[in-house]
């Protein structure tokens, strides 16, 4: 049974940083590439950022290009988020995806709330 499972969301005041986590079980890790996603109050999701499966290949949506960091540790099947400078705007239902071939896997997702 695959399942990914985030963590690491909160609230934090503008400017604050959060690091978020995705653990993964069930699936070959390193073949899959992992990306986060995003859901706003109102919004469509949205790609924030993926990495591919080797080589740390990654690719970052223009509105957190500079402030956000995605990486991956294949040795413990995580993949993580590190956010910083922490917009208003970032408030989301942050979700991380994993995708191979036609497997493609979404975990509950994680609220982030920027609030003063």
């Known amino acids: 049974q695959v399942r990914l499972v985030e963590s690491g969301g909160g609230l934090v005041q503008p400017g604050g940083s959060l690091r978020l986590s995705c653990a993964a079980s069930?699936?070959?890790?390193?073949?899959?590439?992992m990306s986060w996603y995003r859901q706003g109050p109102g919004k469509e999701r949205e790609l924030v950022a993926n990495?591919?499966?080797?080589?740390?290949?990654?690719r970052y949506a223009a509105s957190v290009k500079g402030r956000f960091t995605i990486s991956r540790d294949n040795a413990i099947n995580t993949v993580y988020l590190q956010m910083n400078s922490l917009k208003p705007e970032d408030t989301a239902v942050y979700y991380c995806?994993?995708?191979?071939?036609?497997?493609?896997?979404w975990g509950q997702g994680t609220q982030v709330t920027v609030s003063s």
């Open positions: 995806n994993a995708r191979f071939s036609l497997n493609n896997f």
């Open positions: 990495i591919l499966s080797a080589g740390g290949i990654t």
């Open positions: 069930g699936v070959t890790f390193s073949n899959y590439a």
